[in-house]
């Protein structure tokens, strides 16, 4: 098969391999069914999953009417946008071989399989991030010649999605808005800022429609809740490691105020090594995280590690890990296959699943940390050889990783799904030498 070919035999290839999956192997999470019921009507709207999402879900419900058929809609687009990140390759001459190789990784990556099984945040959010890439990819090798009339529009919308499909989104869209006008020629650098002066547009008005339905009761929780309980989460896993390794090391009033969660019985019982483990049990844990403030939280966690440095660090270097390490032991990508005893199609596609996971190459395939490290490896390269105008592909995914990682509150590898989607496709103009095409005008 050749492989300008692939642009459109991927995506009927990743259609046929990944509907049986979504029809016969979806298992769906509690956070999926409580999504899917707000969807529908039967529960309120809440914002602890983002309810853009949720709203998209709404929409394509209509059509879809199930919660398999929206999951199929998402391999759809999936499967037009790897077809369109190849032929983006071959337009602008990029190695044949390298355009295969990573589209058809990022196709049946282990990681890939396991998460578009499930109508996830993270999934649209990585969907959202590909779109950005592609248009990326055409404003850097045209130097900005690509952003014309509806193509302004269409990246703009893109960006809007990627802020808002997950409430951490803005991590890699801000600094890429903040950087494309200096990734363009002089002479575009107005259609830039056109285009990010749209979307940043886009992004007020959501926040104040937001804002309205939030103010009148419509949406749940409320955003300063939200924010201070989901931005604490690596350094409450930290203080709960210096709680439970030696608690006689641990501040009193933080003993106390932990210990208002549940006595030590409960923590010995829920704790497993991150506070991912103990925070849902109980609204209660929530509210009185909040009740501390922004101040009083951090004098406790500041106290709580200098004085015990050691398994605060441990902490920290277990939870992160998901997000910088290469090489690590194993990764828990929602590996669960049901399937009828007589279907060889999910039979071999569960044989493959498991030899991958299991494997050194399929976990460096899907570990986020290998991608972060070659981003990181791509942007010394070219900014060295190419200069600061490549800063533009890679930062914004460096920028998205370690912000991210600073929020865990578990190990929780879909967090960061774009970057094993995405992180390979902007690393490849920085390291190819195009071919003499002109490009678009």
């Known amino acids: 098969m050749k492989a300008d070919r692939l642009t459109w035999v991927l995506p009927a290839l990743?259609?046929?391999?990944?509907?049986?999956?979504?029809?016969?192997?979806?298992?769906?999470?509690?956070?999926?069914?409580?999504?899917?019921?707000?969807?529908?009507?039967q529960l309120p709207w809440n914002d602890w999953h983002p309810i853009m999402h949720t709203y998209l879900?709404?929409?394509?419900?209509?059509?879809?009417?199930?919660?398999?058929?929206?999951?199929?809609?998402?391999?759809?687009?999936?499967?037009f946008l790897l077809g369109q990140l190849h032929a983006t390759f071959r337009r602008y001459g990029y190695s044949r071989w390298a355009s295969a190789l990573i589209v058809l990784v990022a196709a049946f990556n282990p990681f890939s399989m396991a998460i578009f099984r499930?109508?996830?945040?993270?999934?649209?959010?990585?969907?959202?991030?590909?779109?950005?890439?592609?248009?990326?990819?055409?404003?850097?090798?045209?130097?900005?010649?690509?952003?014309?009339?509806?193509?302004?529009?269409?990246?703009?919308?893109?960006?809007?999605?990627?802020?808002?499909?997950?409430?951490?989104?803005?991590?890699?869209?801000?600094?890429?808005?903040?950087?494309?006008?200096?990734?363009?020629?002089?002479?575009?650098?107005?259609?830039?800022?056109?285009?990010?002066?749209?979307?940043?547009?886009?992004?007020?008005?959501?926040?104040?429609v937001r804002s309205q339905l939030t103010r009148h009761g419509v949406i749940e929780p409320r955003p300063e809740v939200q924010c201070l309980v989901e931005s604490v989460g690596l350094p409450m896993s930290m203080i709960s490691e210096c709680y439970m390794s030696d608690r006689s090391k641990t501040?009193?009033?933080?003993?106390?105020?932990?210990?208002?969660?549940?006595?030590?019985?409960?923590w010995e019982r829920t704790y497993d090594g991150d506070f991912n483990s103990v925070k849902w049990y109980g609204d209660n844990i929530k509210c009185r995280i909040y009740a501390l403030?922004?101040?009083?939280?951090?004098?406790?966690?500041?106290?709580?590690?200098?004085?015990?440095?050691?398994?605060?660090?441990?902490?920290?270097?277990h939870v992160t890990s998901i997000a910088?390490?290469?090489?690590?032991?194993?990764?828990?990508?929602?590996?669960?296959?049901?399937?009828?005893?007589?279907?060889?199609?999910?039979?071999?596609?569960?044989?493959?699943?498991?030899?991958?996971?299991h494997s050194r190459i399929g976990v460096i395939a899907m570990a986020p940390g290998s991608?972060?490290?070659?981003?990181?490896?791509?942007?010394?390269?070219?900014?060295?050889?190419?200069?600061?105008?490549?800063?533009?592909?890679?930062?914004?995914?460096?920028?998205?990783?370690?912000?991210?990682?600073?929020?865990?509150?578990?190990?929780d590898y879909r967090f960061f799904y774009i970057t094993v989607l995405c992180g390979a496709a902007v690393c490849l103009p920085i390291f190819s030498q195009a071919s003499d095409q002109e490009p678009e005008t």
């Open 118 to 208: 499930f109508v996830w945040k993270d999934t649209a959010f990585a969907l959202a991030g590909l779109s950005v890439t592609i248009c990326l990819i055409h404003i850097f090798e045209t130097r900005g010649d690509w952003l014309a009339g509806r193509r302004i529009a269409l990246m703009a919308l893109c960006l809007t999605l990627a802020t808002f499909l997950r409430h951490n989104g803005f991590f890699y869209t801000v600094p890429l808005m903040a950087l494309l006008p200096a990734a363009v020629a002089s002479r575009n650098v107005r259609k830039a800022s056109l285009c990010v002066g749209v979307s940043a547009l886009c992004c007020a008005g959501y926040l104040l």
């Open 251 to 266: 501040p009193d009033d933080v003993v106390r105020f932990l210990e208002s969660f549940g006595d030590r019985e409960f």
């Open 14 to 41: 990743v259609i046929a391999v990944y509907l049986p999956l979504v029809f016969y192997g979806m298992q769906p999470s509690v956070d999926t069914r409580f999504q899917w019921r707000q969807a529908t009507g």
């Open 371 to 411: 991608y972060l490290l070659l981003v990181a490896l791509a942007f010394c390269w070219g900014v060295r050889r190419g200069g600061s105008r490549i800063c533009v592909l890679a930062v914004p995914l460096l920028c998205y990783q370690f912000c991210t990682m600073l929020l865990l509150s578990g190990k």
């Open 293 to 317: 403030g922004w101040h009083m939280f951090f004098d406790m966690f500041w106290r709580t590690v200098k004085a015990n440095p050691r398994a605060a660090l441990r902490s920290f270097m």
């Open 324 to 357: 910088w390490s290469p090489l690590p032991g194993s990764i828990d990508a929602c590996a669960c296959f049901t399937r009828p005893k007589r279907n060889a199609v999910l039979k071999a596609l569960e044989w493959y699943f498991r030899i991958m996971v």
């Open 57 to 79: 879900i709404r929409l394509i419900a209509y059509a879809a009417r199930t919660l398999k058929g929206v999951a199929a809609v998402q391999v759809c687009i999936f499967a």
